[in-house]
């Protein structure tokens, strides 16, 4: 029941931190389809022609919110380097599948201190209209570069979601050092290079590269 998909859920995400490449890659196929069965089920045609019983609000939002944090985390930890297309694209499912439904899912990205609601729901528009899974990954990255401010406020908001107490709820850090403004006043059309995704730290290869500097 509930439990053992709680179980699976909590080892999958888990799994994303672990420092395995491999065990990673399992996790974040495994994230994938929870994803999807998470935005299917609560569908009452689902449901139906199915012959199951739509996924409780509690469990889809728990998917939500748990996924998002994990891969924030993933983005950050350096073995994951060869699957930060997976990881940008498990956040794009997330962004589209649940974003609209659920609590959790908005919670978590409204956490990273540059994020607003406005970006929020440009992001669920462009992404709804992008058919490239690869334009759709750059346009994630591109939001949460804008959203961290750096790699070092990224880590912060990883390290205080794994440190919030686990109790069954979805708790969310509270990072108030950025403001909306501070952050997108002087980007203005700015597209974003590599050099920019590396120096903001999501690139887990060269994380800690301006820090060695």
Do not use: Y
């Not at 990881?87 to 919670?107: E, F, W």
């Not at 708790?171 to 980007?187: G, L």
């Amino acid at each position: 029941g509930d439990r053992c998909c709680r179980a699976a859920l909590g080892t999958a995400c888990a799994a994303i931190t672990w420092g395995d490449s491999e065990a990673s890659g399992k996790a974040l196929g495994f994230l994938r389809g929870v994803v999807a069965a998470a935005a299917a089920s609560g569908s009452p045609d689902f449901a139906s022609l199915n012959n199951v019983s739509p996924m409780a609000q509690t469990l889809r939002e728990d998917v939500a919110g748990a996924t998002l944090s994990s891969c924030l985390a993933g983005l950050t930890v350096p073995t994951n380097s060869a699957h930060q297309a997976e990881l940008l694209g498990v956040i794009r499912d997330v962004v589209l599948s649940l974003l609209p439904t659920t609590i959790a899912a908005r919670a978590t990205l409204m956490s990273l201190p540059g994020m607003t609601e406005q970006e929020l729901d440009k992001l669920l528009h462009d992404l709804s209209t992008i058919r490239s899974e690869k334009k759709a990954a750059s346009r994630v990255k591109e939001s949460l570069i804008a959203a961290a401010g750096d790699g070092d406020a990224l880590r912060a908001f990883v390290e205080a979601r794994a440190g919030a107490s686990s109790s069954g709820a979805i708790q969310m850090p509270s990072v108030t050092n950025r403001t909306a403004t501070n952050v997108h006043q002087n980007d203005g059309n700015k597209t974003w290079s590599e050099e920019d995704v590396n120096g903001f730290g999501l690139n887990p290869l060269t994380a800690n590269t301006r820090q060695a500097q």
